[in-house]
């Protein structure tokens, strides 16, 4: 009797989630930039229309996250090949800090997406993984509540504030620490892993694709965009002067 096929390590549906997510993050980017250079009046940093789209997109990543690890572990996926995409994010994270300490050196990012989902990766697949889906599903509760009962000033620091356990936000462009995000990333995996047909069917292939690439999408977008908002104001400026 021939065995089982090893289910697939990627669905199409779970990537167009993540591919959508990486549009809307575009959109918000393409935003962000403007009031940068002072084409639109918005306070992304306290006004909620801002913030909770920042927190809805940020849960999508972290969710197909974890969905994403969810369909490795059960299709199997070597070390080799987890080491290799972990060695992407991982170094992707160090070059937006390094971009933005340029851009942005008062408020650079340390601990943004890219290194949150590095560290929880490491988190889930070396240990937590291995757990119950009962045990996941009541560690991310703690996760997302933690931060709520307890804040502490020694993760106040740059150097500890990627636990979350702060009393007030660091000053920083992006931040994305282990507790409360954690827990979404855990949901992902959680729910994937006990239904993996959730994600069985079709899906938009441009989506599809772009989730696919969506590391990519992520590192360059904002650099085209930055170039393409400094020619645009460069040209209308000198349309003025004329």
Known sequence: MPEAAAPSSRSDRLDALRGAAIVWMAAFHF??????????????YRDPVWTWQRVCIVSLFLFCAGGGQAFAVLGGQGSGRFWKRWGQVAGCAVLVSLGSWVMFP???ISFGVLHGIALMLLMLRLGLARLPNV???????L????PRFVQLPFFDTRWANWVGLVTHKPITEDYVPVLPWLGLMLLGFVATRARPGLWAGAAPRPLAVLGRWSLSFYM???PVLIGLLMAAQLLHGGMRGQ
């Open 143 to 146: 996760a997302i509540a933690a």
């Open 31 to 44: 935003s962000f930039d403007l009031n940068h250079f002072g084409w639109i009046r918005q306070d992304f």
């Open 106 to 108: 008062g408020s650079w």
């Open 220 to 222: 360059l977008h904002q």
């Open 135 to 141: 045990a996941l599903l009541g560690l991310a509760a």
